[in-house]
Each structure stands twice: as structure tokens, then as C-alpha cells.
């Protein structure tokens, strides 16, 4: 599973950009916030990646905040609503706006969003309402950037099978000891962290 790109943007388009890693050029499809804000071609980029996989398809669906891919996943969750569906959803409204959207009930302004209808807006509410983190600053701590070297490590423990929040929290402590600095320290920081 990838879970995260940093390379070279070779291209990029409203729904498109072009990774290239280590030599490796990888097709992402991304939603129009993301593409607002992405560097110009030629710039290093670094995505949070969900990769969907069906029997005919490997599609990888890229994110430059965290929050946006989270709450991507949380939408295919969602019955009739698969990744490209999710992506359009998302290029319709701002994701914190969407979540007050969904945690307030306001199926019309869910509507809104060009190729919603009332019934997939419903589902949306009814499916997501409680498994939404509440709106605004207060409930959501500030995270701060995470430097090359913290993403590896990060990207390393997702790829043991570790779980994004335990790896994060690990992370976190092997960060707040002190001891980073280079991947293989706070790699075994991380790890230690995992294993009490």
C-alpha cells in the first residue's frame, strides 16, 4: 500500500497530478483544493496517498492535508459512494464546511455539490453524523508540520501494519524525546514506543 509521495511534480491538472519517485512517474488523482494548492511543475511535492484497489484497477487518490484524506476514506465508506464520487464531493465544498454540513443536518447545502442528489445527501448524514470530529479550532489540536525525515518514519511504521493513530502518537513520543535527527534513531524511538 502507498500511503504517502514526495518526488517531483511532473504535471498537473484539476483531477491529475503527476508524481514522479525515485524515477517512477505515478498517475494521482486529486480534488480541486488540492490542485489550488499545489507547488508549480517542476517543484518537490509531498501528497498523503489512499490507494484504492479493485480486481481491474490500482488507483492511487492523493491529498496534501492529512484532515482532507481522512475524511475522503470516510466518504467511500458511505453506500453509493465510491472514490471518484468522494473526489467530485470533495471539489464541491471545503472539507470543514462539509463537516458542519454533515454533523448540522443541512442536506440542502450538501446537496449543493454538482452531482449530489437529496438521497446520496441523506446517506451522507445519516452514514457519517457520529464518526465526524466536531467542527472548529477548539476541538481540533493544531498538528504541527511534520518535517522529511518525521513523514519516513511515519510512512515506514503504515507499511509494518502499524495503525495511522498509533504510529502518529508513536511518533510523537520518539519526536518529544528528543533523540531525532536522523530516520534510524527515531525509527527505533518509534518502534520502542510501539512496543510497550
Not at 504517502?4 to 497530478?17: D, E, I
Amino acid at each position: 500500500m502507498i500511503a504517502h509521495l514526495r518526488g517531483k511534480l511532473l504535471a498537473k491538472h484539476p483531477n491529475q497530478a503527476i508524481v514522479e519517485t525515485a524515477g517512477v512517474g505515478y498517475d494521482v488523482t486529486i480534488s480541486v483544493p488540492t490542485f489550488s494548492d499545489l507547488p508549480a511543475e517542476g517543484a518537490e511535492v509531498a501528497l498523503h496517498i489512499h490507494t484504492h484497489v479493485r480486481e481491474d484497477l490500482i488507483a492511487l487518490y492523493g491529498f496534501l492535508r492529512p484532515s482532507e484524506k481522512l475524511l475522503f476514506e470516510k466518504l467511500i465508506t458511505v453506500s453509493g459512494i465510491g472514490p471518484k464520487v468522494a473526489i467530485t464531493i470533495l471539489s464541491g465544498m471545503a472539507a470543514d464546511e462539509m463537516v458542519g454540513a454533515i454533523r448540522g443536518n443541512d442536506v440542502a447545502r450538501l446537496t449543493r455539490i454538482p452531482g449530489i442528489g437529496k438521497k446520496t445527501a441523506e446517506r451522507m448524514v445519516l452514514e457519517l453524523r457520529d464518526k465526524l470530529p466536531a467542527a472548529g479550532p477548539a476541538s481540533a489540536p493544531a498538528v504541527p508540520p511534520m518535517n522529511a525525515i518525521e513523514e519516513d518514519v511515519l510512512s515506514a511504521l503504515l507499511n509494518l501494519g502499524y495503525q495511522r493513530a498509533a504510529a502518529e502518537k508513536a511518533l510523537a513520543t520518539a519526536t518529544k524525546n528528543g533523540k531525532g535527527g536522523s530516520f534510524d534513531a527515531m525509527f527505533r524511538d518509534a518502534l520502542a514506543a510501539l512496543s510497550k
